[in-house]
Nanobody, 125 residues
Framework: VQLQASGGGLVQAGGSVRLSCAVS????????TGWFRQAPGKEREFVAG???????YYADSVKGRFTISRENAKNTVLLQMDSLKPEDTANYYC????????????????????WGQGTQVTVSS
């Protein structure tokens, strides 16, 4: 399984960015995909996740501002990021797994087996 993340860039505070994660190789409708981010000097943290049944999960810090969705026909997972804040600045990674993931584990990086390269999002104040 290969993941290709794209869509990052420089945006002003209050603006929007849409990230895309293209999943290729061995794929399955049972896969779960998540977005994580890591800012300089900080730990990697969960941002959003979507399971095979389209149930969605968000970190409290992005709830109401970010939306994760899936386009099964294109094997693509999108992360729409609105009302961006300077503290959203980070390298964003998408990750996926073909294993069955229970809802409480969606937030854990250890639940994911495949990781894409990061895409940088910089929010200026």
């Amino acid at each position: 399984v290969q993941l290709q993340a794209s869509g990052g860039g420089l945006v002003q505070a209050g603006g929007s960015v849409r990230l895309s994660c293209a999943v290729s190789g061995r794929t399955s409708r049972t896969y779960t995909t998540g977005w994580f981010r890591q800012a300089p000097g900080k730990e990697r943290e969960f941002v959003a996740g979507i399971r095979w049944d389209r149930s969605t999960y968000y970190a409290d810090s992005v709830k109401g501002r970010f939306t994760i969705s899936r386009e099964n026909a294109k094997n693509t997972v999108l992360l729409q990021m609105d009302s961006l804040k300077p503290e959203d600045t980070a390298n964003y990674y998408c990750a996926s797994t073909l294993r069955h993931v229970i809802s409480s584990n969606v937030y854990a990086s250890t639940a994911y087996d495949y990781w894409g390269q990061g895409t940088q999002v910089t929010v200026s104040s």
